[in-house]
Nanobody, 115 residues
């Protein structure tokens, strides 16, 4: 079993910054990718950013230029630096890990952008 523990998140004013982190533990064999999805109230879960072990990055168009994903492969961690936050970024952010054809998910952390 794989466990994902997220940290960060919280309340921030528009234009502010937040950083999310996620640490994976447990049955880690060969991680193919790690990253973040988010789900706003009444909306479907959407990919925010993903990063493969080989270094291929994928950011949603809505966050390009504002969010940056990074990983520490040795520590099985993935981070998301979020700058210039907007109210529409408000959502629960879920860390994911993709390994051997299977997705694993964290519990989610709330990000609220409001004045």
């Amino acid at each position: 079993q794989v466990q994902l523990v997220e940290s960060g998140g919280g309340l921030v004013q528009p234009g502010g910054s937040l950083s999310l982190s996620c640490v994976a533990s447990g049955s880690i064999y060969r991680i193919n990718a790690m990253g973040w999805y988010r789900q706003a109230p009444g909306k479907q879960r959407e990919l925010v950013a993903g990063l493969s072990t080989e270094g291929t990055r994928n950011h949603a168009d809505s966050v390009k230029g504002r969010f940056t994903i990074s990983r520490d492969n040795a520590k099985n961690t993935v981070n998301l630096q979020m700058n210039s936050l907007k109210p529409e970024d408000t959502a629960v952010y879920f860390c994911f890990l993709f390994q051997l054809g299977k997705f694993y998910w964290g519990q989610g952390t709330q990000v609220t952008v409001s004045s």
